[in-house]
């Protein structure tokens, strides 16, 4: 072994992050030998025309909707959505909060209550006076005070600040209030339903919304479920912006 070898493996052994030049050579080579290799991209076939296929769509029918499974639907009771009016106007009441329940929509999971606000009626007392500016006296001499009613409008803050009072006494844990609602000036309230309903899709395809995007060319309906007022949900997925 000559000196030449000796120092190579000392210096191999003390850097461990010494490289030899010899074992450069053989990956540069062994990379110019990939370059030059002709790969399967390159070759003539890329220059091939794609198969076509034939379109068999036309002749396919979609599978009946027999084969899907009825499911009863779970409706909250007239009796229990009248309760459940009756005690959100009887929970804003002490607070001076009047309000008329308006549109009630149940849904299978929640109902939507919509509410009025009413009105405030508050009395002042007033000194009245001629249009000299002097007060106007009784019999007496005494200075005529009436009563005068004003009426204002309930807030919509008002009601939305009793939010957890309603939760409370309504014994659930959360409500929803929105406004407006229902294309009107409502107040909305979301409450849940105590036995929530099971929504098959069944009854969605069915339904008259389906059917007509269905019937149109170039469409892709969809069946989303149920709004919060039990009206069915269906879209056409090539009008969303995804598309």
């Not at 991209?41 to 899907?68: A, C, G, M, R, T």
């Not at 779970?74 to 009796?79: D, G, L, R, T």
Request: charged share 30%.
């Amino acid at each position: 072994m000559d000196q030449n070898e000796i120092d190579s493996e000392d210096k191999q052994e003390s850097n461990p992050l010494w490289i030899n030049n010899e074992s450069k050579i053989d990956d540069s080579n062994k990379i110019k030998s990939r370059k030059n290799s002709t790969s399967y991209f390159d070759s003539e076939s890329k220059n091939e025309p794609v198969k076509q296929f034939s379109d068999n769509s036309k002749s396919y029918n979609l599978p009946s909707i027999d084969l899907l499974d009825d499911l009863k639907e779970i409706s909250i009771s007239e009796s229990e959505i009248n309760a459940t009016a009756e005690k959100i106007q009887d929970t804003l009441s002490p607070y001076d909060v009047d309000v008329e329940i308006g549109q009630i929509q149940p849904g299978p999971v929640v109902t939507l209550y919509g509410l009025k606000p009413g009105w405030i009626t508050k009395t002042k007392k007033e000194k009245q006076f001629d249009s000299d500016g002097n007060a106007i006296t009784d019999a007496s001499g005494r200075q005529i005070i009436k009563e005068v009613e004003s009426k204002n409008r309930v807030k919509v803050d008002s009601i939305m600040s009793r939010e957890k009072d309603l939760s409370l006494a309504l014994k659930t844990p959360s409500i929803r209030i929105e406004t407006p609602v229902l294309g009107e000036s409502l107040v909305g309230i979301e409450v849940p339903n105590p036995n929530p309903g099971l929504i098959g899709i069944k009854s969605l395809i069915k339904d008259s919304s389906f059917a007509n995007l269905l019937s149109q060319n170039d469409s892709l309906p969809i069946a989303l479920g149920k709004g919060s007022g039990g009206d069915n949900v269906t879209i056409d997925l090539t009008k969303m912006p995804i598309c």
